[in-house]
């Protein structure tokens, strides 16, 4: 870690639609160890927001434990926060959510809070399909109580200790198109090209985004042997294809040969286009996803890109049809009809 | 791009802009820490070894180095170190440094060598070759030595006994000097067998307007400005009348002004044809003055001396307005408004200065060229008469001290070799040493933790009690707090980040931990197209791109110098210490050095 965090920054850098530079979005200076992947997805957030022109006060960030969740502190200094306790982001988040509709909900987890202990929370809000982005920070390992090995860790996969990890990993990319998810995505830490795109495309889903980012730990799992390092990844990571993500205002003008590429609609009106690599897949085809995750392990890759979209579902408000107006918009006697009300309820249950 | 080159000395060099901007290179960096840790003296020392005069330069340098302070250009209303004023605490703060002066061969080598005039440039000559065993024989029409900066530069700037400390570190060294000596035969001269001789006589002449209407009859009230300068240091003035002209843009006319209030001018009017933007003063001069209560009138072309009963009784302008091509050339325009006058007992002429080498004569070997100035070599300071050096204003007209003595140091470079036989072109690389500031992971030999504070003005003393007296310094320097505050702004661009190819696993922290976007991996390209794809904007031409090989990904590092902290986060984040923090030490070769 550092201490100290200079005040100057670029002084011609560029300002976005709603007169803010990239600093309005930064956060505390990491206390991560130096290189860790970590870091740079929070950079990424950085970037995708600054792009996206969110407004900072907009966004509620929400984590569980781990050094993946201590980062919420190091992007967005003028969001909301909530650190809950361990692997029960998934709550916290459905509640807030549920409050207040009108938010942006970015959930950071770690494949120990997600994959481990909060796996049961993660699995029902993925059936649920919040509206949220919510990543894992996947290095395989418990980095903040010195890497243990995590549900993540490939089979015979070695960490820093040289032991090769016994049991079957959890792909938490499979489970999530198993429960429904309505966009699932992997990446990389190292490459933000890839990343920063995914994560507006994410941001602007309506719906439960999910995207599991590979970040290697430099400290407990960067070493040779182990399959989330950072050479290991970069050789053996396979791209769906690049992704442009087309903010509503602009037009799409990349120009790619016909068949190759796809261009999706989002719900608020900004789009994706994406350039495949892989003739045959279709990113809204859920079986087809599947497949190619498979085709990939199958021979040691890492597939990584957009891997499913549905544009068009329903997420939890829609579901349960809840009110339009975020709570703390509704008066006194709406939000609490009183007594009567709720004797006429009970009675009509009766 | 081509990976840089970060063994060419001038890579690093040119990164440290103070110090590359400073004609005498001057480690800027490396004394403003020692004044941090309050070691006024070894500060002063470094300054010496480079400018010779760090008291005087520390009140009077034009800093050239200010306007290329990086800490100028990291924020839009940042303002440049006080690089300059800081010299000066080290002078004001420093010990006795008596035993730290090289030691001076009792035993000489036997070469003599004349210097002709003693200001800066031929000072410093004599300080770098009096260590190697020369005997140095000085001569200058003033009775003592200093040249302009004893005759021009108003005690209220400069006070004598500063000047005179510094000017006899280098004559008590065993300088012969022959003051009160008008040189009027170079020929002469020549015949004395000297090994050597160097000419740094400056550019001793004022300017005048002798074709003006009336200037002949208001001779008594027009002075050239340098010259009534000189006879006010020496004593031989001492009151002007009570309105007063003075005309020129530039410093001289700022010297001349400010002094003239100070000897009974009570209304002084500076007078300009240019606009007041374009003048040549420095900002800090123009200041100064106007603090003083002196108007600055531009944009007004002088027509006329106007004489009444045979006296001078004020001067007519015309005015005008600057007029630029597509080229930026500039054209004054009269505006055809009605001619302007201004009421005057004296004007002080100060319009520009130059050579005057009539006491050379034609036929001696030493070839003259465009405006009868000599042909110097500007590597070397040799003339076309091989044992003739000339440095300071005298080799390429008049500029300032620093420039005077960094000429000094390479004509003695050149008479050294010269002296010893070798060819004057040879000559040695600048010394570099560049050593790891490393003591821990986020520890390092310098402070990085650079302060947020804005530039801190320098107090002056009371106006009514300067104006008084032409002695009273009008600048009282920092005191050792505000010069440590000050200090603190300086962002140690010696510390250079050193990248190691081979090292980087392209995990990309040093990208997101920079604090000014200076890192980019990216594909590789040239450098114009290179500059559009960076984290920040790249649009300062004038600082370079620093290019890695190519990378494990096929991609290159590249890192903007332009804005660069120097704050040592990229590596302190970097988990394989590809990035370090260097000191990188530039030091100019000295006569007699390897
Ligand atoms: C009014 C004024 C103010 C200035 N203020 C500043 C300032 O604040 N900061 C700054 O950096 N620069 C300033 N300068 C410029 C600076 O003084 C000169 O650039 C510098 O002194 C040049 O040094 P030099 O060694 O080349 O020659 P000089 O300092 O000019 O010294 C030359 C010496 O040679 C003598 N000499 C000339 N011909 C002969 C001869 N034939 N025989 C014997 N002796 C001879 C002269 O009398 C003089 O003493 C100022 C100049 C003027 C006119
Ligand atoms: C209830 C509970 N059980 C166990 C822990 C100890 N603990 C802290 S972090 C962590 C694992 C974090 O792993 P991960 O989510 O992958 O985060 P990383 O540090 O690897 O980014 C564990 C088990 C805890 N803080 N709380
Ligand atoms: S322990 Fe690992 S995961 Fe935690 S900060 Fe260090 S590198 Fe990152
Ligand atoms: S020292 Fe490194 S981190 Fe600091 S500004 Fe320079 S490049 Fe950026
Ligand atoms: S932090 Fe170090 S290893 Fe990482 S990209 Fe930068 S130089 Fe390379
Ligand atoms: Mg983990």
């Known amino acids: ?350 | 791009m081509k990976p840089t080159d970060i063994k060419d000395p001038e890579y690093f060099h040119k990164v440290v802009d103070c110090q590359y901007a400073c004609p005498a290179h001057t480690p800027v960096p490396e004394y403003i820490r020692l004044i941090v840790a309050g070691r006024y003296t070894d500060a002063y020392m470094v300054n010496w070894e480079s400018n010779v005069f760090p008291g005087v330069l520390g009140r009077t340098c034009d800093r050239p180095c200010e306007p290329a302070c990086r800490r100028g250009r990291v924020a839009n209303d940042e303002e440049p170190v006080a690089i300059c004023r800081l010299k000066r605490v080290a002078a004001d703060n420093k010990d006795d440094i008596t035993e730290r002066l090289p030691p001076i061969p009792k035993e000489k080598n036997g070469k003599r060598i004349a210097l002709i005039g003693g200001g800066p440039a031929s000072l410093t000559v004599a300080r770098d070759l009096m260590p190697l065993g020369y005997e140095c024989v000085l001569y200058d029409d003033q009775e003592r030595g200093g040249g302009m900066m004893r005759s021009q530069i108003p005690a209220f700037r400069l006070p004598e006994k500063v000047l005179s400390e510094e000017v006899n570190y280098i004559l008590d060294m065993g300088v012969e000097c022959h003051f009160g000596t008008w040189i009027s035969s170079m020929k002469e001269m020549l015949d004395k067998n000297f090994d050597a001789v160097f000419v740094g006589t400056g550019a001793p002449r004022g300017r005048d307007l002798p074709d003006l209407p009336g200037r002949k009859e208001a001779d008594d009230n027009v002075h050239i400005g340098i010259e009534w300068l000189a006879s006010v240091a020496f004593e031989h003035t001492a009151k002007i009348g009570k309105k007063v002209i003075v005309l020129g843009g530039g410093n001289t006319a700022m010297d001349c002004c400010r002094t003239a209030r100070r000897l009974g001018g009570e209304e002084v009017r500076v007078v300009v044809r240019s606009p007041f933007a374009d003048m040549k003063a420095s900002p800090w001069e123009k200041d100064d003055a106007i603090a003083e209560d002196i108007p600055i009138l531009d944009n007004h072309v002088p027509q006329s001396f106007e004489i009444e009963n045979g006296k001078l009784k004020g001067m007519t302008f015309e005015k005008v307005e600057a007029v630029y091509d597509e080229n930026g050339k500039r054209s004054l325009v009269p505006t055809g408004e009605e001619p302007v006058f201004i009421e005057c007992d004296d004007v002080l002429m100060a319009i520009g200065q130059e050579n005057s080498f009539t006491w050379i004569e034609q036929d001696i070997g030493i070839e003259f060229g465009k405006w009868d100035m000599p042909e110097v070599n500007p590597v070397t300071f040799q003339s076309s008469l091989p044992h003739v050096f000339f440095g300071g204003d005298a080799a390429f007209g008049p500029e300032n001290i620093i420039t005077a003595v960094a000429q000094g140091h390479q004509a003695a470079v050149s008479i050294d070799l010269f002296c010893n036989g070798e060819d004057v072109k040879n000559r040695l690389a600048p010394g570099v040493t560049i050593m790891s500031q490393k003591m821990g992971v986020h520890e390092w030999v310098y402070d990085n933790d650079i302060s947020d504070d804005d530039r801190y003005a320098v107090p002056h003393a009371d106006k009514a009690t300067a104006l008084k007296n032409m002695k009273i310094e009008v600048e009282l320097g920092f005191d050792q707090d505000q010069a440590y505050k000050e200090a603190m702004r300086c962002l140690n661009c010696d510390a250079q980040t050193v990248f190691a190819d081979e090292k980087c696993i392209e995990c990309d922290a040093c990208v997101d931990v920079c604090p000014t976007d200076c890192i980019t991996f990216t594909d590789n390209a040239e450098e114009a197209d290179l500059r559009q794809t960076l984290s920040a904007p790249s649009n300062n031409n004038e600082q370079d791109l620093y290019v890695s090989g190519t990378l494990p990904t096929q991609r290159v590092m590249v890192k903007d110098e332009d804005i660069c902290l120097h704050c040592g986060l990229c590596a302190e984040r970097c988990p394989t210490a590809a990035w370090d923090m260097k000191k990188f030490l530039y030091e100019v070769t000295k006569a007699g050095r390897g």
Do not use: W
């Open chain 1, 1 to 350: 870690m550092s201490y100290i965090n200079p005040s100057f920054r670029h002084p011609n850098l560029p300002v976005n639609d709603i007169g803010c530079t990239k600093t309005d979005y930064e956060g505390a200076i990491s206390t991560l160890c130096a290189g860790c992947g970590h870091d740079s997805i929070s950079a990424a957030v950085v970037q995708a927001c600054f792009e996206m022109s969110i407004e900072p006060h907009r966004v509620a960030k929400l984590s569980g434990i781990g050094c993946s969740s201590k980062t919420p502190a190091y992007f967005l200094n003028q969001s909301h926060g909530f650190n809950s306790v361990h692997g029960r982001m998934p709550s916290v988040a459905t509640g807030a959510n549920m409050a207040n509709r009108d938010m942006i909900y970015i959930g950071v987890s770690g494949d120990g809070d997600t994959a481990s202990i909060g796996m049961g929370q993660f699995v029902h809000v993925a059936r649920r399909n919040l509206n949220m982005l919510y990543m894992v920070e996947n290095n395989g390992c418990y980095g903040l109580t010195k890497g243990q090995d995590s549900a993540t860790a490939d089979i015979g996969s070695k960490a820093k200790g040289g032991v090769e990890n016994v049991y079957a990993p959890i792909d938490l990319v499979n489970v999530a198109l198993e429960l429904g998810a309505t966009f699932v995505a992997r990446s990389f830490s190292g490459d933000k090209k890839q990343l920063v795109p995914l994560i507006q495309a994410a941001l602007s889903h309506q719906g439960f985004a999910f995207i599991d980012v590979v970040s290697p730990c430099v400290t407990f799992n960067n070493n040779p042997g182990s399959t989330k390092a950072y050479d290991y990844v970069r050789e053996h990571a396979e791209i769906t294809g690049s992704v442009d993500f087309v903010p509503k205002k602009d037009e799409i003008t990349a120009d790619y040969e016909p068949g190759t590429s796809t261009n999706i609609t989002l719900h608020d009106g900004s789009a994706l286009q994406l350039h495949k690599l892989a003739k045959d897949f279709d990113p809204q085809d859920r079986r087809a996803a599947t497949r190619a995750l498979e085709n990939a392990k199958d021979h040691g890759g890492i597939l990584t890109g957009l891997i499913y979209i549905d544009p068009d579902t329903k997420d939890l408000h829609n579901i349960l049809g809840t009110t339009e107006t975020p709570l703390r918009d509704l008066d006194q006697d709406t939000l609490c009809p009183g007594n009567d009300a709720l004797a006429a309820i009970n009675e009509s249950l009766r």
